[in-house]
């Protein structure tokens, strides 16, 4: 059965592969992964980087698909743990603040993302959770190094598409929920090394600051909430980010606010 969409679909870019609209099947793989998979036996399949804006972008394609019903993570977990935030999303919901409960990753919060959203998610997906290992040496590559899937890893995962499309429930029945994500003004490839630079760049200003200086806060100038363009009164940076809700989120756990 092939449920109705509202055109464009997926809603928001990103990194992924469009297969089959016919599969329930959403597979969400740690970093990027090299492996060969029928088109049929998934929807959509894309790479996760980040416990934060890399889930809001999951979740707004998902929604607005009311056919996606299974959420398969696969991989092995990188240093900033995108799959322990992912999971623990789907099993334990967020708080008041959007901070995702028991998630292990760095700034696991979704900005812009509501609860109702979250909600929907959490229950129109059933999870699988293929990520191993678990652990890291708390490193994070920002380069985002391949990895190839062996053949035992392989039969994991075909095992469990198996399994979801013997158990499909059908197209969820409250029809698709568009999200919409902030647009920046221009399209980097990978918002990571933008967000990179911004860490890189508060951290430099920490260290460069005299001790009695580490306390005073100041607070940005925003320029264009459309564009999520600002000013940082520190150094009189403008800046673009891909949402300044998670940039002022970013910021605040850097100084320890």
Same mark, same amino acid.
Not at 172 to 195: H, K, N, Q, T
């Given at each position: 059965? /092939?449920?109705?969409?509202?055109? =464009?679909? %997926?809603?928001?870019? @990103?990194?992924?592969?469009?297969? *089959? &609209?016919?599969?329930?099947?959403?597979?969400?793989?740690?970093?990027?992964?090299?492996?060969?998979?029928?088109?049929?036996?998934?929807?959509?399949?894309?790479?996760?980087?980040?416990?934060?804006?890399? /889930?809001?972008?999951?979740?707004?394609?998902?929604?607005?698909? =009311?056919?996606?019903?299974?959420?398969?993570?696969?991989?092995?977990?990188?240093?900033?743990?995108?799959?322990?935030?992912?999971?623990?999303?789907?099993?334990?919901?967020?708080?008041?603040?959007?901070?995702?409960? @028991?998630?292990?990753?760095?700034?696991?919060?979704?900005?812009?993302? *509501? %609860?109702?959203?979250?909600?929907?998610?959490?229950?129109?997906?059933?999870?699988?959770?293929?990520?191993?290992?678990?652990?890291?040496?708390?490193? /994070?590559?920002?380069?985002?190094?391949?990895?190839?899937?062996?053949? *035992?890893?392989?039969?994991?995962?075909? !095992?469990?598409?198996?399994?979801?499309?013997?158990?499909?429930?059908? %197209?969820?029945?409250?029809?698709? &929920?568009?999200?919409?994500?902030?647009?920046?003004?221009?399209?980097?490839?990978?918002?990571?090394?933008?967000?990179?630079?911004?860490?890189?760049?508060?951290?430099?200003?920490?260290?460069? &600051? =005299?001790?009695?200086?580490?306390?005073?806060?100041?607070?940005?100038?925003?320029? *264009? =909430?459309?564009? !999520?363009?600002?000013?940082? %009164?520190?150094?009189?940076?403008? /800046?673009?980010?891909?949402?300044?809700?998670?940039?002022?989120?970013?910021?605040?756990?850097?100084?320890?606010?």
């Amino acid at each position: 059965m /092939i449920h109705s969409l509202k055109a =464009p679909w %997926p809603i928001v870019p @990103g990194s992924y592969r469009l297969g *089959s &609209m016919r599969s329930p099947i959403a597979i969400v793989t740690v970093g990027q992964a090299k492996f060969d998979l029928e088109r049929e036996h998934y929807c959509i399949m894309g790479s996760l980087r980040s416990a934060n804006l890399g /889930i809001e972008k999951i979740i707004a394609n998902v929604l607005s698909n =009311p056919g996606i019903r299974f959420l398969i993570v696969c991989g092995p977990e990188e240093g900033h743990m995108p799959a322990d935030s992912l999971l623990s999303l789907l099993r334990n919901g967020v708080d008041g603040q959007m901070n995702i409960i @028991g998630a292990r990753g760095q700034l696991a919060c979704l900005s812009d993302i *509501s %609860p109702e959203a979250v909600r929907r998610f959490r229950d129109q997906v059933r999870v699988i959770d293929l990520v191993h290992p678990k652990e890291t040496a708390d490193t /994070i590559d920002w380069q985002d190094p391949t990895f190839d899937f062996d053949t *035992s890893r392989m039969d994991e995962l075909r !095992e469990a598409i198996a399994e979801c499309e013997r158990d499909n429930p059908g %197209p969820y029945p409250e029809g698709p &929920m568009m999200v919409a994500l902030p647009e920046p003004l221009c399209s980097p490839l990978d918002w990571s090394m933008v967000l990179k630079k911004q860490v890189d760049r508060v951290s430099g200003l920490m260290l460069r &600051m =005299p001790s009695e200086q580490l306390l005073t806060t100041s607070d940005d100038v925003v320029v *264009s =909430p459309e564009f !999520e363009v600002f000013i940082d %009164p520190i150094d009189w940076m403008v /800046i673009q980010m891909p949402s300044l809700l998670f940039y002022a989120s970013m910021k605040k756990y850097l100084t320890g606010q």
